[in-house]
Protein backbone atom coordinates (compact mmCIF):
# COMPACT_ATOMS: atom_id res chain seq x y z
CA UNK A 1 0.00 0.00 0.00
CA UNK A 2 1.71 3.37 -1.18
CA UNK A 3 2.34 5.93 2.09
CA UNK A 4 0.09 8.57 0.03
CA UNK A 5 -3.33 6.21 -0.31
CA UNK A 6 -6.47 7.92 0.66
CA UNK A 7 -5.02 11.10 1.13
CA UNK A 8 -6.43 12.96 -1.69
CA UNK A 9 -8.84 15.17 0.17
CA UNK A 10 -9.11 14.14 3.83
CA UNK A 11 -7.99 17.25 4.53
CA UNK A 12 -11.42 18.93 3.60
CA UNK A 13 -13.26 21.04 6.12
CA UNK A 14 -11.12 22.64 8.99
CA UNK A 15 -9.09 20.08 11.26
CA UNK A 16 -7.67 21.32 14.02
CA UNK A 17 -4.73 18.64 14.03
CA UNK A 18 -4.03 17.39 10.44
CA UNK A 19 -1.28 14.41 11.04
CA UNK A 20 -1.01 13.14 7.24
CA UNK A 21 2.33 14.77 6.95
CA UNK A 22 4.67 17.21 7.86
CA UNK A 23 4.48 18.66 3.72
CA UNK A 24 0.86 20.63 4.99
CA UNK A 25 3.03 23.22 7.12
CA UNK A 26 1.65 26.20 6.19
CA UNK A 27 4.00 29.70 6.52
CA UNK A 28 3.74 31.96 9.92
CA UNK A 29 3.43 35.30 10.35
CA UNK A 30 6.91 36.02 10.96
CA UNK A 31 7.72 34.01 7.03
CA UNK A 32 5.12 35.84 5.26
CA UNK A 33 6.97 38.48 6.32
CA UNK A 34 9.78 37.55 4.93
CA UNK A 35 8.37 36.69 1.70
CA UNK A 36 6.74 39.97 1.48
CA UNK A 37 9.94 41.63 1.97
CA UNK A 38 11.69 39.83 -0.99
CA UNK A 39 14.43 41.83 -2.92
CA UNK A 40 12.96 40.10 -6.58
CA UNK A 41 15.42 39.45 -9.72
CA UNK A 42 14.62 36.67 -12.21
CA UNK A 43 16.29 33.23 -11.33
CA UNK A 44 16.92 31.87 -15.09
CA UNK A 45 19.28 34.85 -15.37
CA UNK A 46 21.15 34.41 -12.29
CA UNK A 47 19.38 37.63 -10.90
CA UNK A 48 17.76 36.99 -7.99
CA UNK A 49 19.35 37.99 -5.00
CA UNK A 50 17.32 35.69 -2.31
CA UNK A 51 17.83 32.49 -4.33
CA UNK A 52 21.64 33.64 -4.54
CA UNK A 53 22.10 34.53 -0.89
CA UNK A 54 19.84 30.91 -0.11
CA UNK A 55 22.26 28.50 -2.73
CA UNK A 56 25.04 30.11 -0.97
CA UNK A 57 24.13 30.13 2.32
CA UNK A 58 22.65 25.42 2.21
CA UNK A 59 26.08 25.35 0.67
CA UNK A 60 28.33 26.79 3.14
CA UNK A 61 26.54 25.01 5.70
CA UNK A 62 26.96 21.67 4.30
CA UNK A 63 30.59 22.37 3.28
CA UNK A 64 29.68 21.60 -0.75
CA UNK A 65 31.15 23.77 -3.27
CA UNK A 66 27.67 25.20 -5.05
CA UNK A 67 24.08 24.86 -4.75
CA UNK A 68 21.03 24.71 -7.01
CA UNK A 69 17.54 25.75 -5.60
CA UNK A 70 14.53 23.65 -7.27
CA UNK A 71 10.65 23.69 -7.04
CA UNK A 72 10.40 20.38 -5.46
CA UNK A 73 12.34 17.26 -3.17
CA UNK A 74 11.33 14.88 -6.49
CA UNK A 75 13.33 17.54 -8.75
CA UNK A 76 15.58 18.16 -7.11
CA UNK A 77 16.78 14.16 -6.77
CA UNK A 78 15.78 13.88 -10.40
CA UNK A 79 18.17 16.62 -11.54
CA UNK A 80 20.95 15.72 -8.95
CA UNK A 81 20.79 11.81 -10.25
CA UNK A 82 20.99 12.79 -14.35
CA UNK A 83 23.69 15.50 -13.44
CA UNK A 84 25.66 11.94 -12.19
CA UNK A 85 24.55 9.43 -14.51
CA UNK A 86 24.46 9.01 -18.46
CA UNK A 87 22.05 6.91 -19.97
CA UNK A 88 23.04 2.86 -19.66
CA UNK A 89 24.42 3.73 -16.35
CA UNK A 90 22.60 2.65 -13.18
CA UNK A 91 21.77 3.74 -9.35
CA UNK A 92 22.14 1.56 -6.76
CA UNK A 93 19.40 1.92 -3.87
CA UNK A 94 17.04 1.16 -1.37
CA UNK A 95 14.06 -0.77 -2.64
CA UNK A 96 11.82 1.03 0.26
CA UNK A 97 13.51 4.43 -0.35
CA UNK A 98 11.74 7.50 -1.60
CA UNK A 99 13.71 7.70 -5.40
CA UNK A 100 13.06 3.98 -6.11
CA UNK A 101 9.30 3.82 -4.60
CA UNK A 102 7.92 7.10 -5.40
CA UNK A 103 9.06 9.05 -7.45
CA UNK A 104 7.81 7.76 -10.61
CA UNK A 105 11.30 6.29 -11.83
CA UNK A 106 11.83 9.52 -13.43
CA UNK A 107 15.81 8.58 -13.55
CA UNK A 108 14.88 5.53 -16.02
CA UNK A 109 11.70 7.49 -18.06
CA UNK A 110 13.69 10.71 -18.61
CA UNK A 111 17.46 9.78 -18.34
CA UNK A 112 17.97 5.89 -19.52
CA UNK A 113 19.38 5.32 -16.43
CA UNK A 114 18.19 1.97 -14.45
CA UNK A 115 17.31 1.63 -10.73
CA UNK A 116 19.03 -1.13 -8.89
CA UNK A 117 17.23 -1.70 -5.81
CA UNK A 118 18.64 -3.57 -2.72
CA UNK A 119 16.81 -4.59 0.41
CA UNK A 120 16.67 -2.15 3.06
CA UNK A 121 17.43 -2.73 6.60
CA UNK A 122 15.23 -2.81 9.62
CA UNK A 123 17.48 0.56 11.14
CA UNK A 124 16.54 2.54 7.73
CA UNK A 125 20.46 1.50 6.28
CA UNK A 126 21.62 -0.43 3.50
CA UNK A 127 24.08 -3.25 4.32
CA UNK A 128 27.38 -2.30 2.78
CA UNK A 129 27.80 -5.86 1.51
CA UNK A 130 24.27 -5.58 -0.40
CA UNK A 131 25.96 -2.82 -2.08
CA UNK A 132 29.19 -3.86 -3.07
CA UNK A 133 27.47 -7.08 -4.26
CA UNK A 134 24.96 -5.38 -6.25
CA UNK A 135 28.23 -2.90 -7.86
CA UNK A 136 28.16 -4.62 -11.61
CA UNK A 137 31.24 -6.37 -13.80
CA UNK A 138 33.00 -4.46 -16.36
CA UNK A 139 30.85 -6.35 -18.93
CA UNK A 140 28.93 -5.19 -22.11
CA UNK A 141 25.74 -6.67 -21.26
CA UNK A 142 25.47 -4.95 -18.39
CA UNK A 143 24.88 -1.75 -16.75
CA UNK A 144 27.67 0.62 -15.52
CA UNK A 145 27.38 1.14 -11.84
CA UNK A 146 27.64 4.74 -11.31
CA UNK A 147 25.77 6.19 -8.57
CA UNK A 148 24.97 4.72 -4.76
CA UNK A 149 21.83 7.03 -3.76
CA UNK A 150 20.93 6.77 -0.27
CA UNK A 151 18.32 8.24 2.48
CA UNK A 152 18.02 10.01 5.89
CA UNK A 153 15.84 9.89 7.64
CA UNK A 154 14.03 6.38 6.53
CA UNK A 155 10.42 6.33 7.54
CA UNK A 156 11.26 8.93 10.10
CA UNK A 157 14.31 6.95 11.19
CA UNK A 158 17.74 8.48 11.85
CA UNK A 159 20.44 6.44 10.33
CA UNK A 160 23.39 6.64 12.04
CA UNK A 161 26.91 8.25 11.25
CA UNK A 162 28.68 5.00 11.37
CA UNK A 163 25.91 2.97 9.85
CA UNK A 164 26.13 5.81 6.89
CA UNK A 165 29.64 5.97 6.26
CA UNK A 166 30.01 2.20 6.06
CA UNK A 167 27.51 2.45 3.26
CA UNK A 168 29.20 5.04 1.37
CA UNK A 169 32.69 3.58 1.90
CA UNK A 170 31.33 0.57 0.52
CA UNK A 171 30.16 2.22 -2.63
CA UNK A 172 33.21 4.17 -3.07
CA UNK A 173 35.29 1.66 -3.07
CA UNK A 174 33.17 0.09 -5.86
CA UNK A 175 34.19 3.19 -7.98
CA UNK A 176 30.73 4.86 -7.05
CA UNK A 177 29.98 8.67 -6.33
CA UNK A 178 27.23 8.95 -3.62
CA UNK A 179 23.71 11.11 -3.39
CA UNK A 180 21.54 11.54 -0.43
CA UNK A 181 18.24 11.74 -0.66
CA UNK A 182 17.95 14.45 2.52
CA UNK A 183 14.74 15.26 2.41
CA UNK A 184 14.07 15.29 6.19
CA UNK A 185 18.17 16.28 6.41
CA UNK A 186 17.78 18.54 9.47
CA UNK A 187 15.48 16.05 11.12
CA UNK A 188 18.19 13.63 10.89
CA UNK A 189 20.83 15.97 12.43
CA UNK A 190 18.98 17.06 15.34
CA UNK A 191 17.62 13.59 16.08
CA UNK A 192 21.76 12.03 15.47
CA UNK A 193 22.81 15.08 17.63
CA UNK A 194 25.76 15.56 14.58
CA UNK A 195 26.84 18.51 12.73
CA UNK A 196 25.48 19.07 9.75
CA UNK A 197 28.30 19.06 7.86
CA UNK A 198 29.10 15.47 9.55
CA UNK A 199 26.19 13.85 7.94
CA UNK A 200 26.60 15.79 4.72
CA UNK A 201 30.11 15.32 4.43
CA UNK A 202 29.82 11.52 4.05
CA UNK A 203 28.54 11.94 0.77
CA UNK A 204 28.93 13.64 -3.07
CA UNK A 205 25.37 15.87 -3.60
CA UNK A 206 22.69 16.28 -0.96
CA UNK A 207 18.99 17.01 -1.27
CA UNK A 208 17.39 19.06 1.76
CA UNK A 209 14.37 19.96 1.94
CA UNK A 210 12.72 23.33 2.81
CA UNK A 211 9.04 22.19 2.70
CA UNK A 212 8.10 20.09 5.03
CA UNK A 213 9.00 20.42 8.93
CA UNK A 214 10.94 23.63 8.64
CA UNK A 215 7.48 25.29 7.05
CA UNK A 216 8.79 26.78 3.72
CA UNK A 217 5.62 26.36 1.00
CA UNK A 218 7.67 25.14 -1.47
CA UNK A 219 11.34 24.15 -2.42
CA UNK A 220 14.34 22.41 -2.21
CA UNK A 221 17.88 22.27 -2.66
CA UNK A 222 20.62 20.27 -4.16
CA UNK A 223 24.59 21.03 -3.08
CA UNK A 224 27.75 19.19 -4.48
CA UNK A 225 30.25 20.17 -6.05
CA UNK A 226 30.37 22.44 -8.44
CA UNK A 227 30.90 21.07 -12.01
CA UNK A 228 28.03 18.45 -10.86
CA UNK A 229 25.75 21.59 -9.80
CA UNK A 230 26.51 23.01 -13.33
CA UNK A 231 25.19 19.88 -15.05
CA UNK A 232 22.13 20.16 -12.20
CA UNK A 233 21.29 23.09 -13.49
CA UNK A 234 21.08 22.60 -16.93
CA UNK A 235 18.83 19.57 -16.11
CA UNK A 236 16.52 22.08 -14.40
CA UNK A 237 15.66 23.45 -16.92
CA UNK A 238 15.17 20.69 -19.18
CA UNK A 239 12.70 19.30 -16.05
CA UNK A 240 10.78 22.98 -16.49
CA UNK A 241 11.90 23.85 -12.83
CA UNK A 242 13.79 27.20 -14.26
CA UNK A 243 11.82 29.83 -12.10
CA UNK A 244 11.50 33.39 -12.62
CA UNK A 245 10.86 35.70 -9.35
CA UNK A 246 12.12 32.63 -7.37
CA UNK A 247 13.06 34.65 -4.38
CA UNK A 248 9.61 34.67 -2.77
CA UNK A 249 10.18 31.10 -2.17
CA UNK A 250 13.53 31.27 -1.50
CA UNK A 251 13.10 33.81 1.15
CA UNK A 252 10.71 31.82 3.06
CA UNK A 253 13.72 28.94 3.12
CA UNK A 254 15.93 31.73 4.45
CA UNK A 255 13.61 32.21 6.94
CA UNK A 256 13.22 28.39 7.89
CA UNK A 257 16.95 27.72 7.83
CA UNK A 258 17.71 30.72 10.09
CA UNK A 259 14.13 29.56 12.70
CA UNK A 260 12.87 26.61 12.08
CA UNK A 261 15.79 23.69 12.64
CA UNK A 262 16.03 23.54 16.53
CA UNK A 263 12.39 23.50 16.79
CA UNK A 264 12.12 19.95 14.84
CA UNK A 265 13.47 18.68 18.40
CA UNK A 266 9.98 19.78 19.46
CA UNK A 267 7.94 17.62 16.51
CA UNK A 268 10.39 14.83 18.17
CA UNK A 269 8.86 14.92 21.21
CA UNK A 270 5.50 15.38 20.18
CA UNK A 271 5.44 12.04 18.18
CA UNK A 272 7.52 10.19 21.25
CA UNK A 273 4.21 11.34 23.26
CA UNK A 274 1.64 10.23 20.80
CA UNK A 275 2.96 6.96 20.48
CA UNK A 276 3.38 6.42 24.18
CA UNK A 277 -0.52 7.15 23.83
CA UNK A 278 -1.09 4.89 21.39
CA UNK A 279 0.82 2.06 22.99
CA UNK A 280 -0.80 2.36 26.23
CA UNK A 281 -4.53 1.81 24.46
CA UNK A 282 -3.47 -1.36 23.33
CA UNK A 283 -5.02 -1.10 20.52
CA UNK A 284 -2.26 -2.29 17.86
CA UNK A 285 1.37 -2.04 16.64
CA UNK A 286 3.04 0.88 16.98
CA UNK A 287 6.49 2.37 15.70
CA UNK A 288 7.96 5.92 16.22
CA UNK A 289 11.03 7.40 14.83
CA UNK A 290 12.06 11.14 14.84
CA UNK A 291 8.31 12.97 13.82
CA UNK A 292 6.83 9.86 12.51
CA UNK A 293 4.84 7.85 14.08
CA UNK A 294 3.40 4.25 12.59
CA UNK A 295 0.20 2.88 13.73
CA UNK A 296 -1.34 -0.34 12.94
CA UNK A 297 -4.54 -1.31 14.54
CA UNK A 298 -5.09 -4.50 15.24
CA UNK A 299 -8.85 -4.44 14.72
CA UNK A 300 -8.37 -3.51 11.22
CA UNK A 301 -10.83 -1.09 11.46
CA UNK A 302 -8.76 2.06 9.45
CA UNK A 303 -11.68 3.54 7.97
CA UNK A 304 -13.84 3.85 10.73
CA UNK A 305 -10.96 5.48 13.27
CA UNK A 306 -10.47 7.82 10.17
CA UNK A 307 -13.88 9.13 10.55
CA UNK A 308 -14.26 8.92 14.31
CA UNK A 309 -11.04 11.36 14.48
CA UNK A 310 -12.26 13.53 11.37
CA UNK A 311 -15.57 14.39 13.20
CA UNK A 312 -13.80 15.33 15.67
CA UNK A 313 -11.07 17.91 14.03
CA UNK A 314 -8.01 15.16 13.58
CA UNK A 315 -7.12 14.19 10.06
CA UNK A 316 -5.20 10.62 9.51
CA UNK A 317 -3.73 9.26 6.19
CA UNK A 318 -3.21 6.33 5.22
CA UNK A 319 -5.17 2.79 3.19
CA UNK A 320 -7.79 1.04 5.10
CA UNK A 321 -5.74 -1.43 5.98
CA UNK A 322 -1.92 -2.17 7.37
CA UNK A 323 -0.18 0.90 8.70
CA UNK A 324 -1.40 4.34 9.28
CA UNK A 325 1.52 7.07 9.26
CA UNK A 326 0.90 10.02 11.33
CA UNK A 327 3.47 12.62 11.20
CA UNK A 328 4.46 15.93 14.04
CA UNK A 329 5.31 19.32 12.78
CA UNK A 330 5.58 22.78 13.33
CA UNK A 331 1.61 23.13 12.99
CA UNK A 332 0.77 20.43 15.50
CA UNK A 333 1.00 22.04 18.44
CA UNK A 334 0.18 20.75 22.26
CA UNK A 335 -3.26 21.69 21.65
CA UNK A 336 -3.37 19.99 18.39
CA UNK A 337 -1.84 16.82 19.43
CA UNK A 338 -4.28 16.83 22.44
CA UNK A 339 -7.42 16.84 20.06
CA UNK A 340 -6.06 13.79 18.10
CA UNK A 341 -5.05 11.84 21.85
CA UNK A 342 -8.51 12.47 22.90
CA UNK A 343 -10.43 11.00 19.67
CA UNK A 344 -8.15 7.85 20.05
CA UNK A 345 -9.11 7.07 23.51
CA UNK A 346 -12.59 8.04 22.92
CA UNK A 347 -12.41 5.25 19.62
CA UNK A 348 -10.63 2.68 21.99
CA UNK A 349 -12.22 3.62 24.96
Given at each position: ????????????????????????????????????????????????????????????????????????GTMSNLAGLLAHCRRGEEIILGAEYHVYAYEAAGASVLG??????????????????????????????????????????????????????????????????????????????????????????????????????LGAPAGSVLAGPGDLIARARRWRKMLGGGMRQAGVLAAAGLYALDRNVARLAEDHARAGELAGELRSLGAGEVSQATNMVFFTPGDGRNDALRAHLAARGAVIGGGSSGAIRMVLHKDVDDGALDCAVQGLKSFYG
Open positions: MSRYAGLAGAGKGAAICDLRSDTLTRPDAGMMQAIQAAELGDDVYGEDPQVNRLEAVLAERLGKDAALFLPTGVSLCPVPVRADGALDPGAVAGAVKADDSHLAVSRLLSLENTHNGLAVPLADMAATADAGRGAGLAVHLDGARFFNATVALGCAETELAGLMDTISVCLSKG
